[in-house]
């Protein structure tokens, strides 16, 4: 079992930046790769960002590559997503998720969820 909690989320304006982060509960965080989603109201669950069990791989989001940047410090039980040049389109609610195995980007595949944390860009 794992429990996962967001932070850092809030309001910023066009071009601005963030950073997320998600904490995790137990001793079993480097087993899972972490993956951060968002979602928009009326809007389907979107993938963002995912990085491997060790940290050495990532892959992202058409919409956010060159801007967001996920890491992890298995130490700290921790992953982040840095979000740089926020775009109002950015706007939504980020939830982290751990996935033991499956494809990086279909949200069905991660085992836990965060509670999300509101992310809004303003223009």
């Known amino acids: 079992q794992v429990q996962l909690v967001e932070s850092g989320g809030g309001l910023v304006q066009a071009g601005g930046s963030l950073r997320l982060s998600c904490a995790a509960s137990?001793?079993?965080?480097?087993?899972?790769?972490m993956g951060w989603f968002r979602q928009a109201p009326g809007k389907e669950r979107e993938f963002v960002a995912t990085i491997s069990l060790s940290g050495d791989t990532t892959y992202y989001a058409d919409s956010v590559k060159g801007r967001f940047t996920i890491s992890r410090d298995n130490a700290k039980n921790t992953v982040y997503l840095q979000m740089n040049s926020l775009k109002p389109e950015d706007t939504a609610v980020y939830y982290c998720?751990?996935?033991?195995?499956?494809?990086?980007?279909?949200?069905?595949?991660?085992?836990?969820w965060g509670q999300g944390t509101q992310v809004t860009v303003s223009s």
């Open positions: 137990g001793r079993t965080f480097s087993s899972y790769a």
């Open positions: 998720a751990a996935r033991i195995r499956g494809d990086y980007s279909d949200y069905r595949t991660y085992d836990y």
